[in-house]
């Protein structure tokens, strides 16, 4: 496979490499050097080189002046110099016969018609010879599994089986401290630039035949190639969830038109048609994103047909609104379940018969338990929706840990949580999504998250 | 540019996209005996290239009864046509639901084609599906059944219900014809009248 010097390269250059405080270099280095113990952990040994003429040390490495001087093969040069500089070192690569290269300099198309002939030039020389390069004007690419952090993010993310795909570099920093901590991860992190080279098709077709990855989420403002795209995303969502956030869709830019289709085909509305009609899920914002991808990470697809269990009317509530809303059927407790409930003696008398079920507010982690066990045995129920509401006698943990192993017990219908509130609930919330139960601190955000489980 | 209308007729008959029998008439004689031929009720329209939105002139007459009737509209819309260089068409008056159906070359995905009622729905609601093209018939029946007013097709109150086969059968042409001639860059066909018989277009504007 053409990109696996790019993913996992046993050797790297890196060109403008620099300890100089607030520069992209230091960034590149030092998380490329951090990079380098994990993958000699994991028994990948990795060698960096660091290139640079003008400095002889970099964080106390010896520097070599020229790609060129390097002994032995080169499978990844990763090239942060100043972009007028770019297409000397980029011909130096082909010279070395440097197998992938990631150009991570700007000042190219982006920046008007000077920077887009210089870098029509780099792209000319490379591809001549044959060279699989990202960028220019990229943040890089991560690939956390082989410890690959060939990127100036500020962080080095968790391992994961979600693969984010972005136009934008900064979105991508900011995903990743929102990862930081927490339990879902990255397959790979890929900031694709101008697109002078690969491009996400290119990443797309990677990532639907990845094995680390199960879920592909996109960030992007625009295509080149809109028919190419929709064949490839159409392609690779029969294979894999794939989750998109469009920027860029405010209507400003129409153009006069003259047919009634015409005007009403807006650009962002035919976006949203093309990406429907290829069977990706559309999301609305970085926060419906990280949700989606996170269940879908954790939890395999169900069939309709959802409970809620709750220890507060209110909530309970607002989340059966969201299931209608959204199309998720609530199909009622049949006589067994209810037998079953009534027979443990646990359960309040008061409690609703019903789905949502509200096992009322003073419910300790045994009626969670009951409710729980008697209504995942019920057939027609497919997964489950677990409320929480922090009253005096709430139990977060142990109620954690019961929905933990109702889990286990029932693998096929997957389980989301909604334990809502802050401090009381968060050491909760850890424990279950460190066991891959998704939480989420809204009934709506949780109600969206099980509907993208479910396949009709 | 639009399409000419002889052009455009002969365009939709390639794709057999069905039409409602039309003609261009000089004279009030040539009005009466095309009436006569094919009966009343029919409409009387102008017809110029240049001109995209005629009922915004008053350029269509429509349910003209007889031929007391067509005398009258005669004068009027003879008096638009003259005024605005245009021509004059007749055709045959048909009865039922107001339906537009609609491509355009998109210049990020290529052909799309667009189904939706026409009048107000389209234009005030934007009750309106799209499809990328070329749709199978699947896809033609999820635009139809997707939009709001799709209750309108279905026989609602004492609405006759709409032969949703024909309606299916002019949006897989369309997305043929948009797909394969990549010199038009919109088409609509507006309004196309959906009835229990058939579905038929009644005006149609090809643009290059």
């Keep these: 496979?053409?990109?696996?010097?790019?993913?996992?390269?046993?050797?790297?250059?890196?060109?403008?490499?620099?300890?100089?405080?607030?520069?992209?270099?230091?960034?590149?280095?030092?998380?490329?050097?951090?990079?380098?113990?994990?993958?000699?952990?994991?028994?990948?040994?990795?060698?960096?080189?660091?290139?640079?003429?003008?400095?002889?040390?970099?964080?106390?490495?010896?520097?070599?002046?020229?790609?060129?001087?390097?002994?032995?093969?080169?499978?990844?040069?990763?090239?942060?110099?100043?972009?007028?500089?770019?297409?000397?070192?980029t011909e130096q690569?082909?010279?070395?016969?440097?197998?992938?290269?990631?150009?991570?300099?700007?000042?190219?198309?982006?920046?008007?018609?000077?920077?887009?002939?210089?870098?029509?030039?780099?792209?000319?020389?490379?591809?001549?010879?044959?060279?699989?390069?990202?960028?220019?004007?990229?943040?890089?690419?991560?690939?956390?599994?082989?410890?690959?952090?060939?990127?100036?993010?500020?962080?080095?993310?968790?391992?994961?089986?979600?693969?984010?795909?972005?136009?934008?570099?900064?979105?991508?920093?900011?995903?990743?401290?929102?990862?930081?901590?927490?339990?879902?991860?990255?397959?790979?992190i890929i900031s694709y630039g101008n697109e002078a080279g690969l491009n996400l098709v290119d990443f797309l077709n990677w990532a639907k035949n990845d094995s680390k990855t199960k879920v592909i989420a996109l960030y992007l403002e625009g295509l080149k190639n809109g028919r190419q795209f929709f064949e490839a995303a159409k392609e690779t969502a029969i294979k894999k969830p794939v989750l998109i956030l469009k920027g860029g869709k405010n209507p400003n830019s129409k153009k006069a038109v003259s047919s009634h289709t015409g005007a009403l085909a807006g650009e962002s509305q035919i976006y949203s048609v093309a990406f429907k009609q290829a069977g990706l899920i559309e999301v609305s914002s970085i926060e419906e994103l990280l949700d989606i991808a996170k269940v879908l990470s954790w939890h395999a697809k169900c069939k309709n047909g959802i409970a809620i269990i709750t220890n507060g009317g209110g909530a309970g509530i607002l989340a059966a609104d969201y299931c209608y809303q959204f199309g998720i059927n609530l199909p009622k407790p049949n006589q067994a379940t209810l037998k079953k409930i009534e027979n443990s003696k646990l359960m309040h008398p008061g409690y609703s018969k019903s789905n949502p079920m509200d096992i009322v507010g003073d419910a300790l982690s045994n009626r969670y338990?009951?409710?729980?066990?008697?209504?995942?045995?019920?057939?027609?129920?497919?997964?489950?929706?677990?409320?929480?509401?922090?009253?005096?006698?709430?139990?977060?943990?142990k109620n954690a840990k019961i929905i933990i192993e109702a889990q286990k017990k029932w693998p096929?219908?997957?389980?989301?949580?909604?334990?809502?509130?802050?401090?009381?609930?968060?050491?909760?919330?850890?424990?279950?999504?460190?066991?891959?139960?998704?939480?989420?601190?809204?009934?709506?955000?949780?109600?969206?998250?099980?509907?993208?489980?479910?396949?009709? | 540019m639009l399409l000419g209308l002889e052009e455009t007729k002969k365009l939709l008959a390639k794709y057999k996209i069905p039409q409602v029998k039309a003609k261009i008439v000089k004279t009030v004689k040539e009005a009466i005996l095309f009436s006569k031929q094919n009966e009343f009720p029919v409409v009387l329209k102008i017809f110029s290239p240049k001109i995209i939105h005629k009922t915004d002139i008053w350029g269509v007459i429509i349910d003209i009864k007889?031929?007391?009737?067509?005398?009258?509209?005669?004068?009027?819309?003879?008096?638009?046509?003259?005024?605005?260089?245009?021509?004059?068409?007749?055709?045959?008056?048909i009865f039922g639901e107001q339906i537009i159906i609609g491509a355009k070359r998109d210049s990020v995905f290529g052909p799309v084609v667009a189904f939706g009622l026409g009048g107000i729905f389209v234009e005030i609601l934007k009750d309106i599906s799209f499809r990328l093209a070329p749709i199978n018939k699947k896809e033609a029946k999820e635009m139809i059944s997707e939009i709001q007013g799709n209750k309108i097709l279905k026989g609602y109150r004492n609405r006759e219900l709409v032969n949703l086969l024909k309606l299916e059968e002019i949006l897989l042409s369309l997305s043929l014809m948009i797909s394969r001639e990549q010199r038009i860059k919109e088409i609509d066909l507006n309004p196309v009248i959906a009835n229990k018989k058939g579905a038929m277009v009644i005006d149609a504007k090809i643009i290059l």
Excluded at chain 1, 426 to 452: C, F, G, M, T
Aim: with cysteine.
């Design chain 1, 1 to 89: 496979m053409k990109l696996n010097y790019l993913f996992n390269p046993k050797t790297i250059a890196v060109i403008g490499a620099t300890d100089k405080i607030g520069s992209v270099g230091r960034g590149l280095v030092k998380n490329l050097l951090s990079g380098k113990e994990t993958s000699a952990k994991a028994g990948a040994r990795r060698k960096i080189f660091l290139v640079n003429p003008n400095r002889k040390k970099v964080f106390g490495i010896k520097t070599l002046p020229s790609v060129l001087e390097i002994k032995g093969e080169i499978d990844l040069a990763v090239i942060a110099v100043p972009a007028q500089v770019v297409l000397k070192v």
């Design chain 1, 369 to 397: 338990e009951i409710a729980i066990s008697a209504i995942m045995a019920q057939k027609d129920i497919n997964g489950l929706i677990v409320i929480q509401t922090p009253q005096t006698m709430t139990e977060p943990i």
């Design chain 1, 412 to 456: 096929q219908k997957p389980i989301v949580a909604a334990f809502i509130g802050g401090e009381l609930t968060e050491p909760a919330v850890k424990i279950l999504e460190k066991n891959h139960i998704p939480n989420y601190p809204d009934p709506r955000r949780a109600v969206i998250a099980i509907k993208s489980l479910i396949s009709n």
């Design chain 2, 66 to 93: 007889n031929e007391k009737d067509l005398l009258t509209s005669w004068v009027k819309i003879e008096k638009i046509a003259k005024a605005k260089k245009t021509e004059i068409i007749i055709q045959k008056m």
């Design chain 1, 93 to 188: 690569c082909i010279q070395k016969k440097v197998k992938s290269v990631i150009i991570i300099s700007s000042g190219f198309a982006e920046t008007g018609t000077k920077g887009a002939v210089l870098q029509d030039k780099v792209k000319q020389a490379l591809t001549r010879a044959n060279t699989a390069f990202v960028g220019p004007n990229c943040l890089g690419i991560l690939r956390p599994c082989t410890g690959l952090n060939a990127s100036f993010a500020p962080l080095t993310p968790s391992k994961g089986n979600i693969a984010l795909i972005s136009q934008s570099g900064a979105l991508i920093d900011a995903i990743i401290d929102a990862s930081n901590g927490k339990s879902w991860g990255f397959s790979a």
